[in-house]
């Protein structure tokens, strides 16, 4: 689920393991499955990101909301990607 939070927020890896306090090489092992997240940093990304934990250690969301759809993820991908005068007249 961090590759899929990380791509979401338009971040490489070296940004995302900063803002979530961890080395890069950490994020990597754990993109690839060959770690497994302290407890801290899973309460880390999730307070930077604004996600559950249940959807960040199953991927799944028991919420009236659900899941983003590749539609809504595409869309504010594309706003992330406007300069700030596009966002604001946006």
């Not at 993109?31 to 960040?56: D, H, N, Q, R």
């Not at 659900?66 to 991908?77: F, N, W």
């Amino acid at each position: 689920m961090e590759v899929q939070l990380r791509k979401i927020h338009n971040l490489n890896q070296t940004d995302f393991a900063n803002k979530i306090g961890v080395s890069q090489g950490s994020l990597s092992d754990l993109e690839s499955g060959k770690g497994k997240p302290a407890i801290e940093t899973v309460f880390s990304i999730c307070s930077e990101f604004g996600c559950s934990y249940e959807w960040l250690l199953t991927g799944k969301e028991h919420s009236t909301i659900g899941e983003l759809s590749g539609t809504v993820v595409e869309l504010l991908q594309t706003v992330k990607g406007l300069n700030s005068r596009e966002q604001l007249e946006l």
